[in-house]
């Protein structure tokens, strides 16, 4: 299928986009061949520039197949076309909430299998290792000695400092009508070190775990409790908690049952974590943990909220989060929008203090209030001297085409203009971005639906520059010429068979029927 390559005005003084490790943003690295289909898929890119690829696929024998395959530091395919079936065991479950990769101390990579290899009536995990090169490094280590259970989920993930894993994950306990929280380490060999139970709560309450590194040999392990966060410190070597009972890190409640989708924890400052979150009011907060289990910022357990405005119709998302050492502060990227039209969004930028403080009463506009186009799948990271790199998705409500956009926003609030990493205007999803790659580098990868499903894509984006642009330049409303599109947003030389958009220089749209 033809592609349509984007043309964009770039400034001089910002980013250069570079792709297939070609400098090309117009050639986006193809990672699964067309008709391959997937569930789910997870990213994780090592200290060496190797990026690691799991995909959840359909299978006819087994249930689900899970591949890996391997991008080097020049995006070239380490498996071959398809990557490699690693496991192809009986399944009859599968579920999202899991984490799949964790890298090693030396870039290698434990990968996560869920299948029911063990026992058709129950679900396990199985832990394999390999090397950047393909390699198994471990046979593979069944969880909990191999013992499942009909419900088990939410796998999380975190190498040790002796090239060991630690791994939670909740699973429910039928015949007690419990839901539990289960801790396991493995030895770098893969054999188990210790295995225990921390906590227990009534049926479907689905406590999904979390683990993030502290000081030494220590883990925070977070969970969820109904509407609250808790939260313990584990001795990784021995398995023995720090405090009799768990502290409350969050209260606040969530936006939606489903937990995973609206909780994100990762690492933070002086070896904390960082909760992004959306609470039972729908508006998005930030919760620090420091590495005591004291909570950082205000000190509330409910949280930093971002959208600070009197107005009850508006929501907010969770903030993507990027901590900046060069001022030591946090860097917040979300959405408003109307509770009751979805399609009227502002996007924000905010920067806190370790106080709480914020820089921004309300927030710095990004993009202005408009009903043309719906952001999604916010992603920040740190470039240095207090500027952060943004990326998104742009949907355009009219010609039903999305935009992979990257832009940076320096220690002053002002927004750069956006550069596009995809090539194409096709509909996307599942935008990942990975850590920097040094330098500023990063590399983006996501769904993008081709006539016969997704395929995924990858592109390394350059920020040659941090210097920002003003924002009402960088969101001034673009310049057209008159010009036809399809329906799935195809250029056409005129009107065309079928339904035909024009856009017009006004920036006005028709649709026309021929």
């Not at 107005?311 to 979300?334: K, R």
Request: include cysteine.
């Amino acid at each position: 299928m033809k592609r349509i390559v984007l043309i964009v005005a770039l400034v001089t003084f910002y980013l250069n986009g570079r792709a297939d490790w070609n400098f090309d943003s117009s050639n986006n690295v193809l990672v699964t061949p067309t008709g391959l289909s997937y569930y789910d898929k997870e990213l994780t890119t090592n200290k060496n520039g190797y990026t690691y690829v799991l995909l959840a696929c359909p299978s006819p024998e087994c249930g689900i197949a899970y591949r890996l395959q391997i991008m080097d530091k020049d995006g070239n395919k380490k498996l071959g076309r398809g990557g490699k079936v690693i496991s192809s065991e009986k399944n009859r479950t599968w579920t999202t909430w899991n984490q799949y990769l964790q890298k090693d101390n030396y870039g290698n990579v434990f990968v996560a299998i869920q299948d029911a290899r063990y026992d058709a009536g129950n679900v396990n995990y199985t832990i394999l290792k390999f090397s950047e090169d393909g390699e198994s490094l471990w046979k593979g280590t069944a969880l909990n000695d191999g013992i499942g259970h009909p419900i088990e989920a939410g796998l999380s993930m975190l190498d040790t400092p002796d090239n060991g894993l630690l791994c939670a994950y909740s699973f429910t306990d039928i015949e007690a009508a419990k839901d539990c929280l289960h801790l396991e380490k493995l030895n770098k060999d893969g054999s188990i070190a210790w295995k225990k139970e921390i906590f227990q709560t009534t049926s479907s309450a689905n406590p999904f775990p979390f683990v993030e590194k502290t000081n030494g040999d220590r883990a925070l392990v977070l969970w969820v409790d109904k509407g609250n966060i808790n939260a313990n410190i584990i001795d990784c070597n021995t398995g023995d908690l720090l405090y009799d009972e768990p502290k409350v890190v969050y209260a606040n409640g969530f936006a939606s049952p489903k937990v995973m989708e609206v909780v994100e924890v990762m690492s933070g400052p002086d070896n904390g974590a960082i909760i992004s979150v959306v609470d039972g009011n729908q508006q998005g907060r930030l919760v620090y943990v420091k590495n005591d289990l004291s909570i950082g910022l205000d000190g509330d357990m409910k949280g930093i909220l971002l959208e600070q405005s009197d107005d009850t119709a508006l929501s907010s998302t969770s903030p993507a989060v990027a901590y900046n050492a060069f001022d030591n502060t946090f860097s917040c990227f979300y959405k408003s929008f109307d509770k009751n039209n979805k399609y009227s969004q502002t996007i924000y930028y905010q920067k806190l203090d370790m106080n709480g403080e914020i820089k921004w009463k309300g927030g710095k506009t990004l993009i202005p209030l408009q009903t043309d186009d719906q952001y999604s799948f916010f992603k920040i990271r740190n470039i240095g001297d207090g500027a952060s790199a943004l990326f998104y998705l742009k949907y355009n409500n009219a010609t039903n085409t999305v935009k992979g956009l990257s832009a940076t926003v320096d220690n002053d609030g002002n927004m750069s203009e956006p550069n596009v990493f995809a090539a194409t205007d096709k509909i996307k999803t599942g935008l990942w971005v990975s850590e920097s790659l040094g330098d500023n580098k990063f590399i983006t990868a996501w769904d993008e639906k081709l006539s016969d499903g997704y395929t995924l894509f990858m592109q390394e984006v350059d920020f040659a520059s941090t210097s920002g642009m003003e924002v009402s330049t960088a969101c001034a409303k673009p310049v057209y010429s008159d010009a036809y599109y399809s329906i799935d947003g195809t250029k056409r030389n005129g009107i065309e068979k079928g339904i035909n958009i024009l856009r017009r220089a006004d920036g006005s749209i028709v649709k026309i029927a021929k």
